[in-house]
């Protein structure tokens, strides 16, 4: 038994440096599954407009009113033109399905994709091959009692797999020099507060503050914590945002997001339209815009449909942009 264990304690090391994958921090501002908070710099912990605010913070549920039923689209190809935004063709053809979610008031479901990485590289006498795939099913709940201050939780179900494949090549022939085939399950927790004080909107939620992936034949990994906190000054149709998150690191470097949205309702009283738009900006310090990453987005929303849209680049490089968007409905 002894031996056993003097076993484990020396193949752990070695077990976790082999690991592929070495970076578990997915709730960063660059990869929102919501148009709504990606068009406010990829943060949202005050404004229960978002059809998916749930996934930023779970209080919000308790600001909803109505059903909605939400499903987002990533836009991989990086080189849209412009003028092609809004094109429906070019937006069905080039999506790729992000997550849907389901809430109401108090309650919401979520199924989203924490990550989708796939690459085949070659080098001069090596070739990899890689696909991992992390999915989160979850069930979000807000408080119903207290009116000042509203708390919300959310339990999440992961379940993922890792297929990764190593060659070296000898006189023209690849060998296999590390391969991994692996299932991965485990469970995640999100925490979330959100109230009203001094005339401001304000929000506070650390995410995956319990966690564990427990992988077939590797040692089991955690999903780094993130604290996050926004507070929000409103008036009659625009927001004014200020944000601030981090790894739960007091050596983590934090990341810093402003904000505004502006609101308006259009058309005729009996069938009225709700039009917006947002424009964020999130970077660690400031000092360039190559060190910020710039968001955009807009809403449209006439009787029970609703489409988001949302851009985020970093420096104004249209070309490398990142683009999302969203259909809902509501009952």
Do not use: C
């Not at 209080?59 to 429906?88: C, D, G, H, W, Y």
């Not at 299932?183 to 999100?190: E, F, L, M, Q, V």
């Not at 810093?256 to 660690?284: E, H």
């Not at 000092?287 to 849209?309: A, H, P």
Request: proline share 3%.
């Amino acid at each position: 038994m002894k031996r056993l264990l003097v076993l484990i304690i020396v193949l752990t090391p070695i077990l976790l440096l082999s690991f592929p994958i070495d970076d578990f921090n997915y709730h960063t501002p660059n990869n929102s599954i919501s148009p709504y908070s990606a068009g406010l710099g990829g943060i949202n912990l005050t404004s229960a407009r978002d059809n998916l605010a749930f996934y930023d913070n779970p209080a919000l549920l308790k600001a909803v009113r109505q059903m909605t039923f939400t499903a987002t689209f990533s836009i991989p190809n990086k080189e849209i033109a412009t003028n092609n935004l809004l094109n429906a063709k070019i937006l069905t053809n080039d999506s790729k399905f992000k997550a849907f979610g389901i809430q109401a008031q108090n309650i919401g479901f979520l199924y989203y994709e924490l990550a989708n990485d796939r690459f085949d590289k070659k080098e001069e006498l090596e070739r990899t091959y890689q696909d991992y795939t992390l999915r989160s099913i979850g069930l979000s709940i807000a408080d119903t009692a207290s009116t000042k201050l509203n708390w919300g939780l959310s339990l999440r179900y992961l379940n993922g797999r890792l297929v990764y494949l190593k060659e070296a090549q000898q006189d023209s022939v690849y060998t296999v020099s590390e391969f991994i085939d692996s299932n991965a399950n485990g469970y995640a927790t999100d925490i979330g507060v959100y109230g009203k004080q001094f005339g401001f909107y304000y929000g506070f939620v650390v995410h995956d503050l319990f966690s564990k992936i427990y992988w077939n034949g590797y040692a089991n990994t955690r999903i780094h914590t993130r604290g996050s906190f926004s507070a929000e000054l409103r008036s009659n149709n625009t927001s004014f945002t200020s944000s601030v998150t981090s790894l739960w690191n007091i050596h983590e470097t934090p990341i810093f997001t402003q904000s505004i949205n502006y609101s308006k309702r259009v058309g005729n009283p009996n069938r009225p339209q709700d039009f917006s738009l947002r424009m964020g900006a999130t970077s660690t310090d400031y000092k360039s815009s190559e060190n910020i990453m710039f968001s955009f987005g807009t809403s449209y929303m006439i009787r029970m449909l609703r489409v988001d849209l949302a851009m985020q680049t970093k420096g104004l490089k249209i070309n490398t942009a990142q683009y999302i968007f969203s259909l809902s409905a509501g009952a």
